[in-house]
């Protein structure tokens, strides 16, 4: 009996989808990258004064990443995946704005982080203008983690995936200011980024079972840092 093979045009169309899946994929790498224009190189939150101040050494970099994924960036990431949820609704933005904003005690943080979110939102508009983008960047103020999530959910990114590429781009972030602070060279930041990658996508299914009125995140020492760092004699970064 012949073989039956499949229809020419079901071929055609599961090559478009993977091509257009995979466009996705790469776009997300892309705004995943440290690198991104967005000024995020010139924030270190609080990690500035904390090294200043001998807390955080090269050996005690791994695990306080690793605690930092356990508290405020899996606080960061709720509403990441918050935001995603909320995509084309960006009356819900200034609700999450507000609520983020009153869990970042320390004004230098605080302001870091709606910096960031402004520029990022813009620079996305910038080359992507749907028009629910655009209406996000009119809202003046929006905190880096949900505009990354909302422009992951306007552009049809996978919740998880938008989610995960945040929190490794925070990530990245602070190891690239560790290495300008620290005697940290590139082979161990990157064996750190790599070591933490469980604990990324740990972070990442914890924020699917929580939301913003059930997450908590008790991270004192980089928001008290955060405060301590305009007093630094000299400085480096920004935050």
Not at 29 to 56: K, N, R, W, Y
């Amino acid at each position: 009996m012949r073989k039956l093979s499949e229809h020419p045009a079901r071929v055609v169309a599961r090559a478009v989808m993977s091509h257009s899946n995979l466009s996705r994929q790469l776009q997300l790498l892309q705004l995943a990258d440290s690198g991104v224009p967005i000024g995020s190189l010139a924030h270190s939150f609080g990690l500035e004064t904390m090294i200043e101040e001998g807390l955080i050494t090269v050996d005690g970099l791994l695990p306080y990443l690793a605690n930092a994924l356990e508290e405020n960036l899996l606080l960061e990431a709720v509403y990441c995946r918050t935001a995603h949820f909320f995509a084309g609704s960006d009356q819900r933005l200034n609700e999450l704005n507000a609520g983020l904003s009153a869990l970042r005690m320390a004004r230098e943080s605080r302001e870091a982080s709606l910096s960031l979110g402004k520029r990022f939102i813009h620079l996305v508009a910038s080359f992507e203008p749907a028009l629910q983008i655009l209406a996000a960047a009119n809202l003046g103020e929006i905190h880096f983690s949900i505009a990354f999530g909302y422009v992951g959910g306007v552009l049809c990114f996978n919740a998880d995936e938008t989610v995960a590429a945040f929190l490794h781009q925070n990530v990245a972030t602070s190891l690239s200011a560790a290495q300008r602070l620290l005697s940290l060279g590139q082979m161990q930041s990157s064996r750190m980024a790599w070591e933490l990658k469980p604990l990324i996508a740990e972070a990442v299914s914890r924020s699917s079972r929580l939301d913003i009125q059930t997450v908590a995140s008790f991270s004192h020492l980089p928001e008290l840092a955060s405060m301590r760092h305009p007093c630094l004699p000299t400085r480096l970064f920004i935050s």
